[in-house]
């Protein structure tokens, strides 16, 4: 199948690239840029030397359609909205990776990210593609809005508690997420400038953070109930990796067995990894697993969750590619099998 | 005075022996070190070359009280239970950075240490030496229980509601808090080895951790209250600071301006800054600072609380020499003036 | 082919079983490790759950040699040396990773590594894995002793200009090679605590690392010249890749153009990338990748050559799986051909 | 003595600011931005937050040289020019970090920044402070011109030879310079952006880097030779430091005695320390030491001399008070005598 990328140059688009080189049934006929436009690829993402031989072009939907049977979108929030409907007016499946599609009320996208959604039919159309939650309807859309890092990592620890009704609503439920420094994109910046993010750490956008949004609809939607969310993300010295801690009110006391029988559901799961001890960042590093350590309070209803993925990978493209897979009725891990990097 | 530094190979000892260079009352006579007695001070700590010019000695008291007026014991947990005692008896004043003094309970204690305490009596008359607490009776004692790094950082930023009377006794306090590798202290572990740390972050001990006691002993104390408390503690690869948010229940709704209020309490301590943004480790490295932020969760009911404190200063040696000035009656910032390094 | 890894739990093991999962003619059937027998592989090396389910067993090489072809043996120097001999009696293939079979020379052998060579006959037969130089003879061989990092990094720039007589003798060679803390191996010491190790960099065993005759032997062999090289080595605060300097004397004046056709040698070469710019770490970890860039001092004199690797593939696992593929008669790339991560 | 920082935003005018926090003779009584005037300086410089209560002002001399008897110029090269001549002009006394009065000639200035030399005849009279070379001069100078970090770090080794005459000049010297990240200044860029500079290190600039006119003026000046020399600078993925290793080529056979002998010249020097084992840049930050280490080719022939220093002290602003130290006739070592932060 043809492959193009639409937004290349960045750390999702050359995350992308870097793993279908080991997809089997896929090869990148296309890839975008309108800053470096003309230029080798290699010139913007030259680990990818030896593995591609593209130059990147700019973004035409209408010259794209002839070399690609489907498109990864990568382009950043709002300016991904109208390429995404041209694509698929054009009969081209497409994940999009911004946060564009992911908001199922158009009031509530306009209210986050400041404009108006041109394209509200497509809004109810798109599946929020977090596998776990929504494989059947995956694997028959046109558009999948794959969803945000953090939202990744925050709800697939307590998607159990959510559907089997186990969560108080009556108390907050506390989601402190620790992000990686790839997470904040390729653009340099004050915040992300090396000596200012090294051997620091710090929260930042608490409570006006883009994901609490996205978070709190499919908590909604898989739990049926009207829990408020604390979340507080930070901003880490590394480079993958968010480690997220899920402070779970439980609406009745549950054992650290009854903990882990809950989690029997995602037994089959081909990402998910329930561990005995607490996830480690170091541990996923390039891979699409969500790893999941299991906590509880002494008080036996307050659940502990801490879940470690990678924000470029199942926060990011593999899950884009995961989605694919799914579309295309292939194996879910095609492209996806190999482990990470450790150390 | 001369000091005497029991235990300096390490981190909090190399530490208070930095500080001390800048302090104009004091004067390092007396360094140990049990396992390099002999060598120059400089061979473990080549930081300090042309700082000092001392050898190790191994741990005699009978033989450093007559050099010494005062000490500091940098030794591990149930290493200085005894010769704190010894350096008391010789009418020494000790200021102990081990955990030993520190739970007023001998049962307790032995629970979490694994030994029982030899001198009960003396652990009654020992001074938790948090001075934004306890200044008044600091400045009388012969013996100060230096609070541990996690502890301090936990502390400062909930005591003002502890005090007040506005903690929810009826919901779980949670405490988030990441900690840099020197927290961690000087022997080489598997945990702390450079390839495992680095890029890497888990949390560790979750309920089972030693300062988790000492926390709950101080909100006990302070609050007159009976709470259950969560603490998380994290290995962060960082080499100093401690970044912890506390998720602190509240029996009335308050707003953002309240909460401000409520920190006036700390309007002159030298040591405290609150400040506007969210508090980031990079700001209080080398300093005696405990930079505080304050937030709010939509409710109004929780209060989101971040602190940030270098571990070995505020959170060790630091606190150890306010805590020294505040017994002698002497300036309480002397030899803590110094701004921090930035980048 | 039924594949063993002896020493399982160090980085080069890890790293080896890393890169097998990707290889299409292999099974690993076996892993062992004296410390941990008993227990399962996915206890020590958590990174590699659901890639494989086994357990760590001792290494008797009676019992191995029925469930395996081939081994790889990843132990420490000095203790390869026997159970390599084992194997090979056994007539199982060996890449070594050790450095037990590289010195050709029992004396130097004995000098470097304090111990006598017990097996002198086999050290002569045993080739020298850098398959840019030897790739004939391995594919012939019974027994190959995988080259050091360093060595890897330094050889694969000079190898072109001692091959075409270009290096002036009368002058000293300069290497100044830059390594992350996995080099270091996976027992934690004092150098790579990670307090120490981070934001420091220090130089070590200047003139006495035991890669230095290790370089001497093949600049001779290759070179036909006896230079006088000065061997530099650094620990940097990363975890993989070497940095190596290369400071050559040319014995005729040459142009950069000239450099680069003399680099023309590597065209064909799978795992050179002869770059434009100066070669980065970031932009080779965890792939098989020598990158090259070719600078030329005023004089024209003398050559800068740098090159990067990542210490535990190119610098150890990956080249020694690609040995095993040129030993078998297999694609020589087959398992090492991904991207590296970035970033 | 009321001091001026004229650019106090960025790390220099920060680290400035840091030091002289200890200063017993000076208040800083002006700080300037372009930027961000008007605005508080703890805004730009939370670090110093309750060690400066100043309002960031415009630079204009006439205003500035009413409350300033000394002004310190931390702006960019080519920008501090003019403003060092009007505050010359008004009996001001300047210390400029930049390099616009650090090469002695205008054509080479011309040549290396771009721009033509408005004061040809202050660059005559301004004095290069390297108070290990030319404290005299300094102390009776109205302009210093402190050395860039680079030149810092590799002049201070290679002086003693150069001024006994023992460097061969017929060989080419070498100086492999590995800096932190903060050399960079504080303006964000693609290059020191976190997630390209951590876990990477690349040379960059070879042969082309500004600091090396700057290098070759002291070298000729001092040992009155002309010798070519190869700078290879690195970024590397720490905050603090330059490490700078230096193959000298030596016109006589030398032993490891002989070379530490000639090192006696420094015994009296208080920021030089001469040290029996290689320098490590976690043992320099925040100090205005330059550590030095000796070693020797086995050829007797070449010395590897390796310095390490923090950029931003003894390659900066450190050197900028010891600078005013001595133009005042004050203790050298006045506000630069705290050790530094380890770990």
């Keep these: 199948m043809k492959v193009g990328i639409i937004g290349a140059t960045g750390y999702t688009g050359g995350e992308l690239l870097r793993l279908l080189v080991q997809h089997p049934k896929v090869e990148v006929t296309c890839v975008t840029s309108e800053q470096s436009a003309g230029e080798s690829l290699i010139t913007r993402q030259p680990f990818l030397n030896k593995h591609y031989d593209l130059v990147l072009e700019t973004l035409d939907p209408e010259k794209i359609k002839k070399k690609v049977d489907f498109v990864f979108v990568a382009l950043s929030h709002t300016t991904a909205m109208k ?49 776990e939650l929504y494989r059947k309807k995956i694997s028959t859309a046109h558009l999948i809005a794959n969803p945000g890092c953090f939202p990744t990592g925050a709800l697939l620890p307590m998607i159990p508690f959510l559907q089997k009704g186990l969560v108080d609503e009556t108390r907050e439920m506390i989601i402190d997420a620790k ?45 049926k109930i009207k829990i408020k969310t604390i979340f507080t993300p930070y901003l880490l010295p590394i480079n993958r990796g968010i480690l997220t801690t899920i402070y779970l009110p439980l609406n009745k006391k549950q054992s650290i067995k009854q903990l882990q029988s809950i989690f029997g559901v995602y037994k089959d799961e081909p990402f998910i990894r329930i561990i005995a001890d607490a996830p480690n960042l170091s541990q996923i590093k390039g891979t699409n697993y969500c790893d999941i350590g299991l906590f509880l309070a002494p008080s036996g209803r307050t659940a502990i969750l801490i879940s470690a993925i990678d924000n470029l990978v199942k926060g990011a493209a593999g899950q884009a590619i995961q989605n694919m897979n799914i579309m295309m009725r292939w194996e879910e891990t095609l492209g996806l099998s190999n482990p990470g990097l450790f150390p």
């Design 83 to 131: 390429p995404v409907y041209q694509f698929l007016k054009n009969k081209i499946k497409v994940v999009d990776l911004s946060a564009d599609y992911r908001l199922k009320s158009k009031t509530i996208y306009q209210r986050w990210y400041g404009i108006k959604h041109l394209y509200p039919t497509l809004l109810r159309k798109s599946v929020y593609g977090l596998p």
């Design 179 to 223: 992000s990686g420094a790839s997470g904040a994109g390729r653009t340099p910046g004050i915040r992300t400038h090396f000596p200012e993010a090294n051997e620091g750490m710090m929260a930042y956008n608490i409570g006006t953070h883009r994901h609490l949004p996205e978070i709190n609809q499919e908590i909604i939607k898989t739990g």
